[in-house]
């Protein structure tokens, strides 16, 4: 008699003690991943450490690069086809997307493959090895020559064929690994302003525009609203396409903050949300101060995008031999929570290994203290961490 009122008590008590558990929070929790001053990608057993580390740390996505330097960190049929490089060399005989993603889904974390290298076709190399195989596909500044800025060189973003070749390399990954979806950031879509003079887009303009010429001034506001309008499409033209290999893909930009985002490098982001062409946004909120950095935030939070559901900032931690205070990390996910954003992406993964994990444990003892789900649904939802 005592078991059986036992039983009878702790079922009445049961649905009440499991609803006064606290639910894990809704909050997107991520971290970029690159090739270049880390060393994660070089073998399977330092991707499962890092995916390991991230899972401790209760971060539920991940972007490793996939396009870096003209090349994929995967066997591209794509690469192959037109350049005969099917994968960085360095990576030769792996594929670092697919043990990544194996490491990451069996942890229930997601992953969005980065295309970080966007329409640029090289970094110093004059064009690259893309533009010494298509010379037609160069983008050209005022002057006819190829279009150069901050270091990197470009290929035309309104050129069909390149176009179609950014398609192909993100329709590779979502098609054949199944990833939570794909990311382009500054420079994808992107051009930079300076541009849109060769002769290919000309006669482009010329057609849609009465015959007329394309401005001489690079910033002129009509001018401007043309080429933006044709990454916008652009956009427009991705999330469709990775919606219909599967509605569940996920399209991420990570574009620069606006307007200087549309007048620098013509990325009209606040127009690819009223199109439908974006699932997520983290604007690259850089900063290096705690004044500077709430103002782009305070900016973000008053501009019409702001209702867009999924925003979420973009936070410098590590550049160079720069790496954000423990003190200025904390106030910046706290003013995020303050101003309704629920969520946050570090550019990038080293920064939280510096100092003995440093940044990493000031998250876990504060803001990371519990794991979080992801607020919008994506594949691995369905998978659960095993270890």
């Given amino acids: 008699m005592f078991f059986h009122r036992l039983i009878l008590v702790f079922a009445f008590l049961y649905p009440l003690l499991a609803c006064s558990q606290p639910e894990a929070p809704a909050e997107l929790r991520g971290v970029w991943l690159t090739n270049v001053d880390s060393k994660v990608l070089d073998s399977r057993a330092s991707i499962a450490e890092a995916m390991q580390f991230l899972k401790d740390h209760h971060f539920n996505i991940v ?173 427009t033209d991705v999330h469709e396409e990775m919606k219909a290999i599967d509605p569940a893909l996920l399209v991420t930009w990570s574009p620069s903050i606006y307007p200087w985002s549309y007048e620098e490098y013509l990325q009209d982001w606040p127009a690819w949300i009223q199109a439908g062409a974006a699932d997520v946004i983290h604007p690259q909120c850089y900063r290096y101060d705690l004044k500077s950095y709430k103002k782009v935030i305070d900016d973000l939070k008053n501009q019409e995008s702001s209702r867009f559901p999924h925003l979420y900032p973009g936070v410098l931690m590590k550049v160079g031999t720069y790496t954000i205070s423990p003190d200025l990390l904390l106030d910046c996910v706290q003013y995020h929570r303050k101003k309704g954003f629920h969520g946050e992406v570090f550019f990038f993964y080293e920064g939280l290994r510096e100092n003995n994990d440093r940044l990493a444990s000031v998250l876990l003892e504060s803001f990371y203290s519990k794991p979080a789900v992801l607020p919008l649904p994506c594949r691995s939802q369905v998978i659960s961490p095993s270890r």
């Fill in 63 to 235: 972007y490793p690069v996939v396009w870096n330097k003209a090349m994929t960190l995967y066997p591209s049929a794509v690469m192959d086809s037109l350049f005969g490089v099917k994968i960085d060399p360095a990576y030769s005989g792996r594929d670092p997307l697919k043990e990544l993603i194996e490491e990451a889904h069996v942890r229930g974390i997601a992953v969005g493959p980065w295309f970080e290298f966007g329409f640029s076709s090289s970094y110093q190399e004059n064009g690259g090895m893309i533009l010494k195989k298509k010379p037609e596909w160069a983008a050209k500044n005022r002057e006819g020559n190829l279009l150069k800025k901050n270091g990197f060189e470009w290929m035309n973003a309104y050129h069909p064929e390149v176009r179609d070749f950014l398609m192909a390399l993100m329709k590779e990954v979502s098609t054949h690994y199944p990833v939570d979806g794909i990311q382009g950031d500054d420079r994808l879509p992107a051009q930079p302003s300076e541009g849109g003079y060769s002769e290919y887009t000309r006669k482009l303009y010329a057609a849609e525009n009465g015959g007329r010429e394309v401005p001489s001034a690079h910033d002129d506001e009509s001018w401007l609203k043309w080429r933006a309008d044709k990454l916008t499409t652009f956009a």
